[in-house]
């Protein structure tokens, strides 16, 4: 929820008229992602530009919130789909997940688009000819295509005779244009796909087009599951030229990587078909959503792709270097930590830091490395920055009080280790806690000893 009272000079706009540039600013937050009727935003935004400290509008006719849906509309921040509706496109990540949150999980799926025009439409529909569109001609796409696979022998797999529709999956995954319209039960996945470049627009044209994700309900009784009793049968079996026939969702038995992934799902059963909800991803927020989606979710091209021929495409020729990104660099860092190997685990981590000084865990993994080579007083500047970031991750206090240790800094080595173990205990982290106490238990005997001598 929005905090609608905020009483004091915080608000940006304390004491300040509402305006239609007040106005543009507070229907973004309040409304992005949501399809509203005008009344509904004009109410909402008087209550909340009020209730943070702001006088209303002094406008003697048209009020700011009208102004400024006109204005959205002309920048393409916004639609009118009909009389009295406002869509509000998004903008941020957190305008999408406060959209996405609408629906039941594991109830509704969702597909991205990355052209805001496109429908929801089977890509064996999008092979035959505007004029040419027909069901049956839908139906004779697909079952031509099953003839051919079956004809050049790609209809079995591991020795296993393949139903129709497992054929089509598998031509579908190599890039064959079917009747199943991939959908994906993670909303933010979906979100990736939507603020991708769309292939028939130029990059250099003067209007690119929004993305959009589509969201449907997928249960009964719009949708019927493919079990294995219907599994077997003919595609005409679910291919019918009905408005009242049913629609199916699928996901195949024995699923590949990419499927898995994606957490794709397939919808199919007629040509094309209307989604519950929509919303609309603005163009010039598409790469900043992806860039997000890779730090907070770790959704990226090669996430999604994991299987070798893409992994290859995406290595291709006509595909520009951009190199590692940070997170793939912390995750290589990591592998060679693991195997001992921590110089190569710097040199990782070195080149996540070059690309984003403010990348803290980096910094965590180079410290630790760095320990590991007797690069102390380094280690322990990479650990000062990671914990002034993370005060409660006690493996980081453990090995910076290890590194001071080493240095002959024993009494900070000591406060580092206390705070270690009571974080080690507060998450039941034994095996760490135990440990940590074995180094106090040296550091006391050390003590002792030097006590003694005195």
Not at 10 to 32: G, M
Not at 86 to 101: D, E, H, M, P, Q
Not at 116 to 137: C, G, H, M, N, V
Request: negative net charge; contains cysteine; hydrophobic residues 35%.
């Amino acid at each position: 929820m929005v905090p609608i009272l905020i009483m004091n000079d915080q608000y940006q706009y304390f004491k300040q008229y509402l305006t239609p540039s007040i106005a543009q600013e507070l229907i973004q937050e309040l409304f992005e992602g949501e399809t509203v009727r005008r009344q509904v935003i004009i109410r909402k935004v008087d209550e909340v530009h009020k209730g943070r400290g702001g006088y209303p509008s002094q406008a003697e006719s048209q009020h700011p919130v009208v102004h400024a849906l006109l204005k959205m509309k002309k920048a393409r921040l916004a639609e009118n789909p009909e009389r009295g509706l406002w869509s509000v496109f998004i903008k941020t990540l957190n305008g999408f997940t406060k959209w996405a949150k609408k629906f039941t999980p594991g109830k509704y799926v969702f597909r991205g688009i990355r052209n805001e025009t496109y429908p929801i439409q089977a890509s064996a529909y999008r092979r035959l000819k505007e004029e040419d569109r027909s069901f049956l001609k839908f139906l004779q796409v697909n079952k031509d295509l099953i003839d051919e696979t079956i004809l050049r022998g790609y209809d079995e797999r591991n020795g296993r005779q393949l139903s129709e529709l497992e054929m089509l999956a598998e031509l579908q995954h190599h890039g064959a244009a079917t009747c199943l319209i991939d959908f994906s039960y993670s909303a933010q996945i979906a979100l990736w796909f939507a603020c991708g470049q769309d292939s028939k627009t130029s990059q250099d044209s003067d209007n690119p087009p929004n993305g959009k994700v589509f969201a449907v309900y997928n249960q009964l009784p719009n949708f019927k599951e493919v079990k294995s009793d219907i599994l077997k049968n003919d595609i005409d079996y679910f291919l019918e030229d009905e408005e009242t026939s049913p629609l199916y969702y699928w996901q195949p038995r024995q699923q590949n990587n990419r499927i898995i992934a994606q957490q794709s799902i397939f919808l199919f059963g007629r040509p094309e078909f209307e989604a519950d909800d929509e919303c609309v991803i603005l163009v010039d927020r598409k790469e900043n959503i992806q860039t997000e989606l890779e730090q907070v979710s770790g959704i990226t091209e090669a996430m999604l792709f994991p299987d070798f021929e893409k992994f290859a495409s995406l290595r291709g020729v006509s595909e520009s270097y951009v190199g590692l990104s940070i997170y793939e660099c912390k995750e290589l860092a990591q592998e060679q930590f693991q195997e001992g190997n921590y110089s190569e685990a710097i040199a990782y981590c070195d080149r996540a830091i070059d690309q984003d000084p403010n990348y803290i865990e980096a910094y965590y993994e180079r410290g630790r490395a760095k320990h590991y080579t007797g690069q102390y007083s380094s280690a322990v500047s990479d650990l000062d920055k990671f914990i002034d970031q993370n005060l409660g991750y006690a493996e980081a206090y453990g090995y910076r009080a290890e590194a001071k240790l080493r240095l002959g800094d024993v009494g900070e080595a000591k406060a580092d280790f206390l705070v270690a173990l009571q974080l080690a205990e507060e998450s039941s982290d034994w095996a760490l806690a135990n440990e940590i106490g074995l180094f106090l238990d040296e550091i006391y005997e050390h003590t002792a000893r030097g006590e003694q001598n005195e």
